[in-house]
C-alpha cells in the first residue's frame, strides 16, 4: 500500500463517523491518528461527550473486533485479561480470554479500578501479551486501547501514576459541543438515530484487519529528516526547564509524538513529516506528560498553555 492509497482510506473512515460524530472533528482526527500510529489514548471529558459512542463507532468502520469493559472498584484482573477454567471432560485447564483479547478495547473511567485492576490493564498495553497461570498470551496484532476517564468526579477513584499515564501516546481532551452541533444532534436523534444501535446511522467498513496493519506500515515507514527530529527532541527538553514544570515529558513522549507526526502526515497526504505536524500533535501527546508547580494550577494555567507557550519559543527548522 502506498502513501496515497493510506491517505484516501484514512479519510473515508473520518467521514463515515461524521455520520454518528457531529462537531468533533478534531477528536475523531486524533482517534484515527492514534489508530495510524498504533498507539494507545486518553480520553477526557464529562459523561455525555459521546466518548463511548466515538469508539464504538471507530471499530465498526475499521472493520475490527472491539469491546468494552466498564471499570469499577471491584474489577479483578482476571475479569480482563482472562482465567483458566479445568475441564473435566480432558482433565487440564482451559484458558478463557477476557475482553482484553479484542483489537480495539474501550475502557471507561479507568481510573475507577483499584491499582492492581490498572497495573494489568497498562502492562498489557505496554507488553501487547498477558500472562495467566505463568502462560503468555498474544494479544490482537492491532491492538489498541482508548481508555475513558471523567474530569470532574473523583471521589472513589484511583488517579493513575504519572509512570502508568506515560504509556498513553495521547490524551485527548473532548468539550461540549458548539450550540449549533448541539442542535444538530437533536435533529439527527429526531429523524431516527439512535446511539444504542448503530445501525440506524448506516455505518460502512472501509478497512479490516489486514488493511489497517498495512496503514501502520505505511506510517511507521514514513521519512522525518533529521533536523525534524532534533526539534522533537528541542521540544522535549525545554519541557524539564520551564518554570511552571515540575515534571518534564519523557523520552519515551519524543518518541510518541515522532509517531503521533507520522499520523498527521499521513492524514495529510505527505510522505514526509513536516514541523507543522509535530506542532499539531504536541498539546495531545504531551499535556498528560507534564506537571505543574501548584502555584501555576492556582492561577489556572494549564498543561496546554505551557506546551504553546513552549512552541512560539522555539526555533522551526526551515
Given at each position: 500500500m502506498d502513501i496515497q492509497k493510506a491517505t484516501e482510506l484514512s479519510h473515508r473512515v473520518l467521514d463515515e463517523l461524521r455520520k454518528v460524530v457531529v462537531g468533533q472533528d478534531g477528536v475523531i482526527a486524533h482517534m484515527m491518528a492514534a489508530i495510524l500510529a498504533g498507539g494507545h489514548a486518553l480520553?477526557?471529558?464529562?459523561?455525555?461527550?459521546?466518548?463511548?459512542?466515538?469508539?464504538?463507532?471507530?471499530?465498526?468502520?475499521?472493520?475490527?473486533?472491539?469491546?468494552?469493559?466498564?471499570?469499577?472498584?471491584?474489577?479483578?484482573?482476571?475479569?480482563?485479561?482472562?482465567?483458566?477454567?479445568?475441564?473435566?471432560?480432558?482433565?487440564?485447564?482451559?484458558f478463557r480470554p477476557g475482553p482484553i483479547f479484542a483489537d480495539l478495547v474501550l475502557a471507561d473511567e479507568i481510573n475507577r479500578p483499584p491499582a492492581k485492576t490498572q497495573a494489568a490493564l497498562l502492562e498489557a498495553m505496554q507488553e501487547r501479551q498477558a500472562t495467566v497461570d505463568g502462560k503468555t498470551h498474544p494479544l490482537s496484532a492491532v491492538f489498541t486501547v482508548f481508555a475513558t476517564q471523567n474530569p470532574v468526579e473523583f471521589e472513589g477513584t484511583y488517579p493513575l501514576p504519572e509512570a502508568e499515564v506515560d504509556r498513553f501516546m495521547l490524551k485527548i481532551l473532548i468539550d461540549y459541543p458548539a450550540e449549533g452541533t448541539e442542535a444538530e444532534i437533536l435533529d439527527k436523534v429526531h429523524a431516527g438515530f439512535d446511539a444504542g444501535d448503530l445501525t440506524t446511522a448506516h455505518l460502512q467498513p472501509v478497512l479490516d484487519l489486514e488493511a489497517l496493519s498495512q496503514i501502520r506500515a505505511v506510517t511507521r515507514g514514513l521519512h522525518v529528516e533529521q533536523d525534524v527530529r532534533r526539534y522533537i527532541t528541542q521540544i522535549i527538553r525545554a519541557t524539564r526547564t520551564m518554570p511552571q514544570v515540575s515534571l518534564g515529558a519523557s523520552p519515551r513522549a519524543g518518541v510518541m509524538l515522532m509517531l503521533a507526526a507520522k499520523a498527521a502526515a499521513v492524514l495529510a497526504g505527505r510522505q514526509f513529516v513536516t514541523p507543522d505536524d509535530v506542532k499539531a500533535m504536541a498539546g495531545a501527546a504531551l499535556r498528560h506528560r507534564i506537571i505543574l508547580h501548584p502555584e501555576y494550577e492556582v492561577e489556572g494555567r494549564t498543561a496546554d498553555d505551557c506546551i504553546n507557550e513552549l512552541l512560539t519559543g522555539i526555533e522551526v527548522p526551515r
Open positions: 480520553l477526557e471529558g464529562v459523561p455525555g461527550t459521546a466518548k463511548t459512542l466515538i469508539a464504538r463507532s471507530l471499530s465498526a468502520v475499521v472493520g475490527v473486533a472491539f469491546k468494552r469493559i466498564q471499570l469499577t472498584p471491584d474489577l479483578m484482573p482476571s475479569d480482563i485479561i482472562g482465567v483458566s477454567i479445568y475441564n473435566t471432560a480432558t482433565a487440564e485447564f482451559v
